[in-house]
């Protein structure tokens, strides 16, 4: 990802990022980790989107193909991936070693990953996990001001570039119901962390 200057950064993603952090954040204090969770941005509030399961490849193409229809059937404004994480950050010579998984790497970093789309940015904001030495959550530490850029993956490119017209919205939410996905916006309240 190429960063880019934060005062560049549009408001929309960074309230959102602060909504996926405040969710993060509620999740590790009353549970201890971060379930996959897609955070839609919609004209009716946010709408949250979490698997069952991600324990192979094809549950991974599964969830983003859900979140890419979940953007069309609510036109979402944004839309955040939220996942906990192994991260590898470069050294303090700038060098990263890339042939070796983070998850297999002794210097890895647990983080809780925020990637971020509207129909024409792409962002990232990498929480990193702080806990006490038996492993107990203590805090989320500061990220700084979300990244801009080029995403590539399965999670990247979950949103259209233009609004999705009544049509394509209408067939996304019926795909989600075939699927037997029930989208309800709960809400959520940052101030019960």
């Not at 996926?20 to 509620?26: E, G």
Request: one cysteine or more; aromatic letters at 6%.
């Amino acid at each position: 990802m190429q960063p880019s200057r934060s005062q560049d950064a549009p408001q929309l993603l960074e309230n959102l990022a602060l909504q996926a952090t405040d969710y993060a954040l509620h999740m590790m204090r009353t549970t201890g980790s971060v379930p996959p969770t897609v955070i839609a941005d919609t004209n009716e509030g946010y709408i949250f989107c979490m698997p069952t399961s991600l324990t192979d490849e094809a549950a991974k193409d599964r969830f983003a193909e859900v979140a890419r229809l979940m953007a069309v059937a609510y036109n979402a404004n944004a839309i955040v991936m939220v996942v906990e994480a192994w991260a590898r950050l470069p050294d303090k010579n700038g060098h990263l070693d890339t042939n070796t998984p983070p998850s297999q790497a002794p210097d890895r970093k647990e983080i809780v990953a925020l990637m971020l789309e509207d129909r024409i940015h792409s962002a990232t904001s990498l929480l990193p996990i702080i806990r006490d030495a038996g492993g107990k959550f203590i805090e989320l530490a500061s990220p700084g001001p979300i990244q801009f850029g080029e995403s590539e993956g399965r999670f990247a490119g979950l949103m259209k570039g233009s609004a999705p017209t009544a049509e394509q919205s209408a067939k996304a939410k019926a795909v989600l119901q075939q699927l037997r996905l029930s989208v309800v916006n709960r809400g959520f309240d940052p101030t019960l962390n």
